[in-house]
Nanobody, 127 residues
């Protein structure tokens, strides 16, 4: 079992920054692949970025250069630094975990590939 808790969402103006946190507990094998998804109102969840256990990352094209992963392994916490935020980044953001490694972790983008999910944290960017 894996338990994920997100925090750090909020409301900012366009151009601002937020840092989301995802604190994980439980089986480390099942969380070798950690991802952030987001869901805009009325739309399907989309994967924003992922980090594999080998440190490799993947980012959605629209966030490349603006969003960055980092980790604090001692705290079992994954961070998503979001800079130069845009109104179109407004969404509920979810942390998710899966057991895939390396290239599979980066390749498997669908929500059904992730077994564990956090409760979500809202990000609102005003223009």
């Amino acid at each position: 079992q894996v338990h994920l808790v997100e925090s750090g969402g909020g409301s900012v103006q366009a151009g601002g920054s937020l840092r989301l946190s995802c604190t994980a507990s439980g089986d480390t094998y099942s969380r070798r692949c950690m991802a952030w998804f987001r869901r805009e109102s009325g739309k399907e969840r989309e994967r924003v970025g992922v980090i594999a256990s080998d440190g490799g990352t993947w980012y959605l094209d629209s966030v490349k250069g603006r969003f960055t992963f980092s980790q604090d392994n001692a705290k079992n916490t994954l961070y998503l630094q979001m800079d130069r935020l845009k109104p179109e980044d407004t969404a509920m953001y979810y942390c998710a975990a899966a057991s895939f490694e390396g290239a599979l972790c980066r390749a498997y983008g669908g929500t059904t590939n992730y077994r564990y999910w956090g409760q979500g944290t809202q990000v609102t960017v005003s223009s």
